[in-house]
């Protein structure tokens, strides 16, 4: 595996980690929730990151925090589509809408976006049908437990590790039946998404497991509660734990890493990767 195809003749090399900067356009996302709810804002943090190293921009108008409310479609798109557009009119940078729902990717991609990026897996209705159309739109698939709202009620596996394996399969065959190629997919293992702290740990563990597959790896575990019980931090003070987390799961195969701190994660990420290839001065 060594790159991935975009639309427009575009590659992405994943040779190396890509960093995946997060721009949630949301009054109450987890962490930045509301910094970035202005469109103006939005863009400009997008161009900022873009400078820090992020190789990817992640747009959401939907936060996917535990016990966050719906949102309807027609507000998703107000929230996104600008941004999207804005970026797309400035940079030819790779574009991920965070979306589950199909009309938003539909309209995301139209407007510019290169990658749908859903924590859902494309099981809300019309998402398989939606994504096949779009053939050269790679997909990411994330597991959850249960729904944002609930997730973090009493998450409960009786073998982690095969389960989530076992979720990928079964939505790896419903894409391919839905007519949506194998080499167009990616793979999240969820952290933090119907997981309690030692589910987490054991996937930061065991990450290495999803290899298997031999499909792209990204790893979202950005500023996550798992830091927070296990260190007792708020959410503005989990910057090295973070980067401990981004370091662990790129050594670990991951191909993405889906963070808030771009810069941080770029140096730690390029200090990694001189260590293990040299440079040339």
């Known amino acids: 595996m060594t790159t991935l195809s975009l639309p427009r003749g575009r590659t992405l090399d994943l040779n190396v980690p890509q960093v995946m900067g997060i ?22 943090q997008a161009m900022t990151i873009l400078k820090q190293g992020a190789t ?18 027609e507000v ?10 804005a ?5 030819d940078c790779v574009i991920s809408i965070d979306t589950s729902k199909a009309q938003v990717m539909e309209a995301a991609i139209n407007a510019g976006a290169d990658i749908i990026n859903d ?21 990411c698939l994330m597991h959850m ?45 969820g952290f933090g998404f119907g997981k309690n702290l030692a589910h987490n740990l054991s996937l930061l563990g065991e990450f290495e497991q999803f290899a298997t597959f031999e499909l792209p790896l990204l790893a979202g575990l950005s500023r996550k509660s798992m830091f927070g019980q296990l ?28 963070v808030h701190d771009v810069q941080e994660t770029a140096d730690v990420l390029n ?5 293990r290839n040299g440079v040339t001065l």
């Open 23 to 44: 721009i949630n356009v949301t009054p109450d996302s987890f962490s930045d929730g509301g910094n970035y709810f202005n469109s103006e804002h939005a863009v400009k």
């Open 76 to 85: 998703e798109l107000q929230r996104v589509l600008p941004v999207i557009s």
């Open 145 to 189: 437990q249960g729904q944002p709202r609930t997730m973090q009620a009493n998450p409960s596996y009786t073998n982690l590790i095969p389960q989530v394996k076992l979720f990928f399969n079964e939505r790896i065959e419903a894409c391919e039946q839905a007519g949506i190629k194998r080499d167009r997919l990616i793979i999240d293992p």
């Open 231 to 258: 260190l007792n931090r708020d959410t503005d003070k989990r910057l090295a734990a973070s980067l401990a987390g981004a370091l662990l799961c790129a050594q670990k195969g991951a191909h993405i890493i889906r």
């Open 56 to 73: 990817i921009l992640d747009i959401g108008g939907e936060s996917t925090r535990p016990g966050a409310p719906d949102v309807t479609c």
């Open 119 to 139: 924590v859902r897996a494309l099981q809300e209705p019309n998402a398989l049908e939606m994504a096949a159309q779009f053939d050269d739109v790679p997909v």
């Open 87 to 91: 970026i797309r009119a400035r940079s």
């Open 271 to 275: 200090v990694w990767q001189a260590a």
